[in-house]
């Protein structure tokens, strides 16, 4: 069983659509992230959420609108997508007490 | 402001041999230093975490070294293997739910 999964794998898409990426953990963690990882392996952190409340944004715009409906799940909206949104996006869970975060296997978003 | 950062972006190795991967800090009030490994196509993984009120930490071939008094961090791995090729990253963790990555280093072990 996977522990961390998202969907879709990859994404192609033109500038100005709107898509979402899904993320599921089935680890029974309370805590679960996004990031975004750019061309050059760059890693950045995104939001954080905990027992489905939103505890970090990282200055992300108001286009990118993560959702979590339950604690195993946080799936990530963005609106009017930009060709700088290009990247590959991680999903991932902890727990809160732990620094051992379990990562999904990323999402290619291309934006044409 | 907030940075961890990497002194070499790529390292090659011939197998067999120790592995020391470096890293710089500026945060002085993280709480925890991490190491994740990459590998081509997949997620981050764990490999080991150090607490900010320690200076060296072993795992199972793995030793996390940090010095706070220079802001250094570094990752050695002995032995090393084929399969330990991948990006690796520290990264730094305070207040819990955020954790910040380093740009990464690329290490090529030559068999």
């Known amino acids: 069983d996977t522990a961390v999964s998202q969907t879709p794998k990859y994404l192609v898409t033109q500038m100005g659509n709107d898509k979402s990426i899904k993320c599921e953990q089935n680890?029974?963690?309370?805590?679960m992230y996004w990031y975004k990882q750019d061309s050059k392996k760059f890693l950045k952190i995104m939001f954080s959420y905990n027992n489905k409340e939103l505890i970090i944004n990282e200055t992300v715009p108001n286009r990118f609108s993560p959702k979590s409906p339950d604690k195993a799940h946080l799936n990530l909206h963005i609106n009017s997508l930009e060709l700088g949104d290009s990247a590959v996006y991680f999903c991932a869970s902890g727990v809160y007490s732990y620094n051992e975060q379990f990562f999904g296997p990323g999402t290619r978003l291309t934006v044409l | 402001g907030e940075s961890v950062g990497l002194h070499l972006p790529t390292l090659s190795v011939q197998e067999g041999d120790n592995s020391i991967i470096n890293c710089a800090y500026s945060?002085?009030?993280?709480?925890?230093f991490i190491w994740y490994k990459q590998e081509s196509g997949k997620g981050p993984q764990f490999i080991i975490d150090i607490r900010s009120n320690m200076d060296k930490r072993q795992g199972q071939r793995v030793t996390v070294l940090l010095n706070k008094t220079v802001k250094h961090l570094s990752l050695q791995i002995a032995a090393t293997q084929p399969g330990d090729s991948a990006v690796y990253f520290c990264?730094?963790?305070?207040?819990?739910?955020?954790?910040?990555f380093g740009a990464g280093t690329r290490l090529f072990v030559k068999a």
């Open positions: 945060n002085s009030a993280s709480d925890y």
């Open positions: 990264a730094e963790n305070y207040g819990g739910f955020k954790t910040i």
């Open positions: 680890l029974g963690h309370d805590t």
